[in-house]
């Protein structure tokens, strides 16, 4: 009798670990030039710092950036709207984990892909051949004459490393429950700029596949979703 407990017992507790909740992330092959817009701040801060997040948002807003390789000022080159919207469960007003595990798995996607083709962007430069009578070189800098892999084969000397990106165009996450159901709660993250190439995504995400199947979830909610996000292509 006591082991018939002990077992009905270890059966209940089996199927408690089970019963978890997994995230997919989908993302399209377009690929977007983001230039060294900061992606964090656009993607994940926003969310956090946007009214109402508890429940949902929905954001839209455009950001400045730069493309070239060597800038001696700021001058914008791109502008790369960033649209964000997302609905999520909230559970008396402060369970938030389905919000949370959908950022983190949005979030992995952007920086994970994003960073297959990173590249420098280099500010506050003094290009020297010749030296330019508007700028002085700086005595603190990051890169000098070829280093800085100037447009053009130019000299300089820079200043500021910043990062390049190129990131999917759409990348959706979802929730599913522990019978495979979808869930209605979502995040929808879609980059779009002047620059953009129609192919590109689908193959980084053939790259990574292995790794966000090992994934695992931080803290509480490790204890309620499923080891590794499903990252496929196709938004």
Not at 83 to 100: F, I, L, P, Q, S
Request: proline residues 3%.
């Amino acid at each position: 009798m006591k082991l018939l407990k002990i077992s009905v017992m270890l059966t209940a507790f089996a199927s408690t670990i089970l019963a978890l909740q997994k995230v997919e992330v989908r993302v399209s092959d377009e690929m977007v030039e983001a230039g060294n817009v900061d992606l964090y701040a656009a993607t994940w801060e926003a969310i956090y710092a946007e009214n109402g997040n508890q429940r949902a948002v929905t954001i839209d807003k455009t950001y400045p950036g730069q493309l070239k390789r060597c800038h001696q000022d700021l001058k914008t080159e791109i502008n790369v709207r960033v649209y964000v919207e997302g609905a999520w469960g909230d559970t008396g007003g402060v369970n938030h984990n389905n919000r949370d595990a959908l950022v983190q798995a949005a979030w992995k996607a952007i920086n994970e892909i994003s960073a297959k083709d990173a590249y420098d962007i280099f500010t506050g430069c003094c290009f020297t051949d010749p030296i330019q009578p508007s700028c002085s070189v700086p005595s603190k800098f990051v890169c000098d004459r070829d280093s800085c892999g100037c447009q053009g084969g130019q000299h300089a000397v820079c200043s500021t490393r910043t990062t390049g990106h190129k990131v999917p165009s759409h990348i959706n996450a979802y929730i599913y429950d522990d019978h495979d159901n979808l869930l209605s709660d979502h995040l929808q993250i879609t980059f779009s700029s002047s620059s953009t190439e129609p192919s590109g995504g689908c193959g980084i995400v053939g790259t990574l596949t292995s790794e966000f199947a090992g994934f695992a979830f931080p803290g509480v909610l490790g204890t309620l979703f499923q080891k590794g996000i499903e990252l496929g292509c196709g938004a």
